[in-house]
């Protein structure tokens, strides 16, 4: 796999996920779509596993890494099809934009790495502001769509936190043995949710979009994707990816709009346009810091 077609991989993915969970919920309840593509995604990544004769860790060390995961694997996914009955799809990559810059908090409150520097508070300010206008449009006032914005929200600190929880650990495992071990953890405690709040069991209806994306999202968001992604940060490092986020919830609403007919307000397309201004600002941080200096000099 070269970097382009990487690229080209993470973008496809990432912009079609939230689409792909909104048609899985479409006859399937979010509790079933959710439990069937990680327990499918767990199988297919352990036989995966197996045809390339990579070891799967049980040590102490690997299993603290696992059970850190699944916060972000499990709680950050659960929250995630629950919130896509509630908010068009696009907006949930909208809101996952916004991971990097949690993470950023996190790393300085829990690791005490990194600098929260004065433009990346007018970078998180712009993009709560756009937040703020999205959760006053319409559908989320008077309808249930503040329900789904909570969720989600809960959903990237979660994920945020589970990623620099797992930085803290240390752990150097191959990332292809550390997903599959979080995906083995994780499928039984979909499988149990699923039995709790829902226990009703799936009727496919082959023709409907659920069945199809369900098994789109094990293949391709739970391991084609996933290898993607950490083969841009071997090669690339982990910030090559960054940017990534600012298009990917673009391509989502506009996917959203035209295959799932899902409305786009004023009011999202400023929300969003202020959320990913944030987002921009705070990846050319160091870059407006160096230039607001110079001009005090």
Not at 59 to 76: D, K, N, Q
Not at 102 to 115: I, K, T, W, Y
Not at 211 to 230: D, E, K, R, T, V
Not at 242 to 259: D, K, Q
Request: proline content about 4%; glycine content about 8%.
């Amino acid at each position: 796999m070269s970097v382009p077609v990487a690229y080209a991989t993470i973008l496809v993915v990432w912009s079609t996920t939230p689409l792909g969970i909104a048609w899985s919920n479409e006859t399937v309840s979010p509790f079933a779509a959710i439990a069937l593509r990680m327990n499918i995604a767990a199988v297919l990544g352990f036989v995966l596993l197996k045809c390339l004769r990579i070891e799967l860790s049980w040590s102490r060390a690997a299993v603290r890494v696992y059970l850190t995961s699944l916060l972000g694997v499990y709680g950050a996914l659960l929250s995630t099809y629950v919130a896509a009955n509630y908010v068009p799809s696009g907006l949930i990559s909208v809101m996952f934009a916004l991971a990097p810059v949690f993470s950023n908090l996190f790393s300085v409150r829990l690791l005490g790495q990194g600098v929260f520097t004065p433009v990346r508070w007018i970078a998180l300010g712009l993009s709560f502001i756009g937040l703020s206008v999205i959760c006053l449009d319409e559908w989320a006032i008077h309808g249930e769509g503040w329900k789904g914005l909570l969720l989600l929200m809960l959903a990237v600190t979660l994920y945020s936190l589970s990623g620099v929880l797992l930085q803290r650990e240390n752990y150097r495992g191959h990332p292809l043995g550390m997903s599959v071990g979080s995906l083995l953890l994780s499928a039984p405690l979909f499988l149990l949710t699923w039995w709790v709040l829902d226990g009703v069991v799936p009727n496919f209806d082959m023709d409907s979009r659920s069945p199809w994306s369900i098994l789109y999202l094990a293949i391709g968001g739970s391991l084609i994707g996933f290898m993607a992604y950490f083969y841009i940060v071997k090669e690339r490092g982990a910030t090559a990816v960054a940017m990534v986020t600012l298009v990917t919830p673009v391509m989502a609403l506009f996917l959203g709009n035209v295959l799932n007919e899902e409305p786009i307000t004023n009011q999202m397309v400023m929300g969003s346009a202020g959320v990913l201004a944030g987002l921009f600002v705070y990846y050319q941080s160091n870059r407006l810091t160096r230039v607001f200096s110079a001009i005090r000099r």
